[in-house]
Nanobody, 125 residues
Framework: QVQLVESGGGLVQAGDSSRLSCTAS????????MAWFCRAPGNEREFVAT????????YHEASLKGRFIISRDNAKNILYLQMNSLKPEDTAVYYC??????????????????WGQGTQVTVSS
């Protein structure tokens, strides 16, 4: 069983940067493909970015590319999401997710086996 705990959310101003973290336990971190998703009020859960177990494959949602950057530190078992130039429309609960398939990356939330509880990011204008 994999446990995921997000941190780093909160209230930020438009234009600010913020970094989310997701600490994993219960399995060798480098054996997990990881991803970030978000859910804004009234919306479905949406894909943000994904990264393979070794970190050599990444994919970011096209509309966010350049502002949001996914990365991981396998020595510390932590997944990151660097969020730059934040906009009010980025306001959402952000979730990290994991899948026991380190070689491939996936956009669909249905592919992921483990989820964190989410962390709220609120961007004020």
């Amino acid at each position: 069983q994999v446990q995921l705990v997000e941190s780093g959310g909160g209230l930020v101003q438009a234009g600010d940067s913020s970094r989310l973290s997701c600490t994993a336990s219960g399995r060798t971190f480098s054996r997990l493909t990881m991803a970030w998703f978000c859910r804004a009020p009234g919306n479905e859960r949406e894909f943000v970015a994904t990264i393979s177990g070794r970190g050599d494959s990444k994919y970011h949602e096209a509309s966010l590319k350049g502002r949001f950057i996914i990365s991981r530190d396998n020595a510390k078992n932590i997944l990151y999401l660097q969020m730059n130039s934040l906009k009010p429309e980025d306001t959402a609960v952000y979730y990290c997710a994991a899948k026991n398939d380190p070689e491939n990356i996936y956009r669909s939330p249905r592919r992921y086996e483990y989820w964190g509880q989410g962390t709220q990011v609120t961007v004020s204008s």
